[in-house]
């Protein structure tokens, strides 16, 4: 079977807005951590769906953090972009920025990666998925620091033995 074809991340680059409403605050009238955390999960399936071209599910989040509290009424904007792609895995950044209705007071609130895996829909086995094509500076550097992040999260959650991390042992190596 041929390779798949590389995507360019701008072919699957997927932009979410929503309004806090009150149903989505906790009572001190911010919002929600599992809300927001819904519509991350949300905007990065989205993402990866397309660039997979196939169903995906939700294998691992790392690193979400609530820098400060998100007001009833605020406008919240999710952008996902797909930075790596392995075999079957892929790794999707999210951006959460918020403003007010005006537009005006613009902020990054938080970020946070997840890594979705392709599934075959008549086996509902994992299947793989393109490589990602990095064009502009930044992509080239989410696509070359995302082998580390999948190494922690593969040790971290006992799928990989801390000394098959090579990457994350030659960081620290370089830092001694
Ligand atoms: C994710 C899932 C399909 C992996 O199945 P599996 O039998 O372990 O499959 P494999 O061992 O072949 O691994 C498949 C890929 O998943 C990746 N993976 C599995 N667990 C992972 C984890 N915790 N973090 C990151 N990647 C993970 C593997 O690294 C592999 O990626 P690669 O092919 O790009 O190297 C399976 O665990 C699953 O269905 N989980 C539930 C998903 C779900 O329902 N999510 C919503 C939660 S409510």
Known sequence: MSEPRAKRVSESETIMTEMVMPNDTNPMGNLMGGNLMRWMDIV???????HA??????????????????????????????????????????????????????????HAYFTFVALDEKTLKPRPVPPVLPLTKEEHELYESAVRRRELRLVLSGRMKPEQATEIRNLFAEMD
């Open 53 to 110: 071209e196939s169903h995906v599910v939700t294998a691992s989040v790392d690193h979400v953090s609530f820098r400060r509290p998100i007001r009833l009424g605020e406008v919240v904007t999710l952008r996902a972009r797909a930075t790596r792609a392995f075999n079957t895995s892929v790794e999707i950044y999210v951006e959460v920025y918020t403003a007010d209705i005006k537009g005006h007071n613009h902020r990054q609130c938080n």
């Open 44 to 50: 990065a399936s989205i993402c990866a769906g397309k």
